[in-house]
């Protein structure tokens, strides 16, 4: 049996199928700081300046159940004043695997359910996935207040003439 393999270029810790025994398996990790770069990268934020987290694996009749812990310090820009400020993630997760993924209509699969590619899980891209899942979407910076509204409109945008063209009949 192949055993996990850890891939230095990207974010990859595979693990085969058949790793997982009958009370499951278990990983802890601690991202590098070129795999931190990497999920920065990919969630386009500014940084992630560490990123643990402890996973287990079970196999749960034809399904793979995947649950852990994510602790993540983020870097964030505020979507208000657009300051850096520091994001903290420290949440559970579960994510649910087969490799007889039930195709619904038109190709689209499963919510809930993501496939299984060659008999093999790639953990730290799970990970990855739910730090994005994770993050606040609209990044705000602790005790900054006030929304987003547009400024008085001063008729001084490009479609402003656009209102002249409408006839009213």
């Known amino acids: 049996m192949e055993k996990s393999k850890k891939n230095e ?55 793979v159940r995947v649950r852990g812990h994510i602790k993540a310090d983020l870097e964030r820009v505020c979507v208000v004043s657009l300051d850096p400020f520091q994001e903290v993630l420290d949440t559970d997760f579960e994510a649910l695997f087969s490799e007889d993924v039930p195709v619904i209509k038109d190709g689209e699969m499963e919510d809930d359910i993501e496939p299984i590619d060659r008999g093999r899980l790639d953990i730290f891209d799970i990970v990855a996935e739910q730090v994005g899942l994770n993050m606040n979407p609209f990044p705000r910076k602790p005790n900054v207040s006030g929304n987003y509204t547009e400024k008085a409109d001063s008729g001084n945008h490009p479609f402003a003439n656009l209102k002249n063209l409408i006839k009213n009949d």
């Open 9 to 63: 270029k990207g974010l990859n810790k595979i693990l085969f199928l058949g790793e997982i025994g009958p009370d499951g398996w278990v990983g802890d990790f601690v991202a590098t700081p070129a795999q931190c770069a990497k999920i920065a990268e990919r969630f386009e934020i500014p940084k992630v300046e560490n990123l643990q987290a402890h996973v287990n694996a079970v196999i749960d009749d034809d399904l």
